[in-house]
């Protein structure tokens, strides 16, 4: 089985076995400026070069998991308009993907992807409830309930980054207002940074692309810069309100955050933690563990593969998903 | 199969065919203050009571359903203190009446039991993805996703009251800040009206018990008194951020709303859609139905009956349950 993860910057592949060990690996820059031909060139090109070894062992492709960024139809295959792949409107990639590759393909957005590789190979191996947080740019994820993974009426479902925690708060990228994404995201910390230090003390913190170098930021906070700190502890703090959101609605058994933002773990996660212990049930609260992800930039290529596994399980059965 | 709905107020029971018609129904006041002995008492009376008729039909009793006030550990039929049963502080209710009854006893929380009464016989009949919100005193209601009512890792989820919706918002009963259920209650438009309105004129739209009659606050709100009408306005924006949470979390195909605030619908629920559909991710906000409970106040004991019947099926079968 051959997992695809289509980020913004780069497009991954992994050949993985069904006992999740990895034959082949291969990735590429995506390019998203040179079109959708390009970008469907580029999948082929990884799945081709991952694959390769698979081949060689005498395994047979025989079908193809795909992550892909949200919002996305997964029972169709739909992508509607990732912030990454703007001119993807409504776009069928589902439909382009078996045009080229003559095969099964199974879809999901990249933060169920990765919440179903954690719970397969990773922090929630086993759990049957978990929720996964993704904090980078963004902040994605997945819920897994009662062993499945959520996906809704028609794959919309999971966008646990756009729970509200501010109805009145910051606006976020996906066009509402206060959701845990406009806090808790590398995003959100640059907007509570550029709040509170000057502009050249912002700089410092930033990469070439204006975009927040969280470590740097987290360094600093560290160092003693108490606003520094206290955009982390903000960052944390909303992070907590959504965990308690989650712990009532879901009474997970764990919760596992990833991304850019899980680097500076000891300035966000007690903060959460101790905001969702004030906040939610106090048995499930105490009861839930809060972990790091541990396939972290792996989970969503793991994760699609696995889907893609399920996917075919499903079809011959005609029944339900497994993970 | 007889389900129970065990409230502060009252404690009722229907003696429940499979196809979900009525052998027999009792209702008799709970009177907590009597304490432990006296409810449980009370509860075999109306079981009794509702299942004579059942038994002129020659219905054999196999089984009770009991909704209960949450926060309840399902699995072990632990009750958790419900702010209206505050002498429970651990109560092991379910080994109570197995002791009484020596019959399958099956506990659940009141909103689960109304999501799964409205699922099988009301508004979501029929429907795979549903999210069943109460406004009465307080917030309650559940989640079914996939078909499967969600219960979590110990039976506390699908606590849909205490999302949070503003992160530094008012004090909520369960002991967090800015719960659904601070706005979108009796309870909360009964503050939000006291920041607006003078005692004198509050006073007019209470009952004899200080309780918030919504009724009363509804028809003031319809006669033109503008701060009155905000209030409600406001009980609906923030209904609505917690709907795009929800929309946004679980593509739900539909939400059923249904307590004594259902009754003020056309002031609160146009604006709750307005806000989630600015909110929430346009596709999967545009396709969600948002109806009134069919059921009312029967859903949760017509739900607790459903929750014995597939609990029973789920004994035999040694497997999941079904509803």
Redesign the interface.
Known sequence: MVGVDLGGTNVRASAVRPDGSVMGFASRPTEVVKGTSSILARIEEVVEKASRCGREEGARLVALGVAVPG?L?AVSGVV?QPPNFPQWRRFPLKKHLEEIFRLPIFLDNDGNCAAVGERWLGAASGC??VVVLTLGTGVGGG?I??G?L???????????G???????GAPCN?????CLEAYSSATGLKRMLAERLTARELAEVLDEDGRLDVKAAAAKARRGDQRCRQAFTDAG??LG??L??FV??????MVVIGGGMAGAWGLIVPVARAEML???????AR?VRILKSALGGRAGVMGAAAIAWSGLARQARGG?CFL
């Open positions: 919002p139809e509607h049957r409830h819920l309930v009662d499945e959520v996906r809704g009426a028609e794959g919309f479902a999971g966008e646990v756009h729970v509200v925690v501010a109805s009145d996906c066009g509402g207002r206060g703090r909303f309100a959504a308690a959101s009532n609605l879901f009474n997970p058994q004030s906040r939610a049930f106090a048995r499930p009861r339900r």
